[in-house]
């Protein structure tokens, strides 16, 4: 990834994290009954959007060390989708984190801008639909058999994973999601955090692998 477009990607986050936080907050708002924890809904969009800045962190690490490498970032359309795509990530981790909720109105726009990057770069889009309808069937398989272990927002964040990953980085994706969470719930539960009846998110480890199936498998 180049310098000039390491920039971009770095302008994105810096005038886009503000209004997420604000977007953020219009959903809460909105959507107020479905909240998990409605009674914790009182702080600033300006304390999201330090939240979100720190949560970005990361990406910048990720970012520069994609710089060093010789056959990486194509161009600057391309570091315009993952901006998009990290900055959607974000926006959804946070309301997972906070509420326990991925609002349907985050993963439609993220799910089209999944498509348009298929179109627009003359992608195997019908591979991506493909993998975003397997993979929505799988995990609504695998929430009746856990009866619930994966939820409704699981089972939508990956159809739209799909769109924007593929096939393969799909599988990576669900996958890692499933051993992070699974991993993360053992060490609740362990230390008492949990008990083994209790609502488990896996959507947070989801983001991360999908993050982590972007750098590896997307990004040149």
């Known amino acids: 990834m180049t310098n000039s477009v390491f920039t971009i990607i770095l302008i994105f986050f810096i005038l886009n994290v503000g209004l997420l936080s604000k977007w953020l907050s219009y959903l809460f708002q909105e959507n107020s009954k479905e909240l998990s ?3 914790e809904l009182g702080y600033s969009w300006l304390a999201r959007a330090v939240k979100i800045l720190l949560l970005s962190i990361p990406v ?4 520069a060390c994609t710089a060093s490498s010789s056959n990486a970032g194509s161009s600057a359309a391309e570091a315009l989708f993952f901006a998009i795509y990290t900055v959607f990530l974000l926006t959804m981790l946070c309301s997972d984190i906070e509420q326990q909720i991925i609002f349907d109105k985050q993963l ?3 799910a089209m801008f999944g498509l348009l990057r298929s179109l627009l770069f003359s992608l195997p889009w019908e591979q991506h639909l493909l993998a975003a309808l397997a993979g929505s069937l799988a995990f609504l398989l695998l929430a009746i058999l856990t009866r ?3 939820g409704g927002g699981d089972i939508k964040l990956i159809a739209a994973l799909g769109l924007w990953l593929g096939g393969e980085a799909l599988k990576l994706t669900a996958l890692g999601g499933i051993m992070i969470g699974g991993l993360w719930a053992l060490c ?3 230390v008492k955090k949990k008990k083994r009846t209790d609502f488990i998110p896996y959507a947070p480890s989801f983001i991360l692998a ?3 199936a972007y750098i590896l498998h997307i990004l040149p």
């Open 148 to 150: 619930g272990g994966i």
């Open 37 to 39: 924890f409605p009674a």
């Open 210 to 212: 999908a993050f982590a």
């Open 108 to 110: 439609a726009l993220f």
């Open 188 to 190: 609740a539960i362990l």
């Open 60 to 63: 910048w690490l990720a970012a």
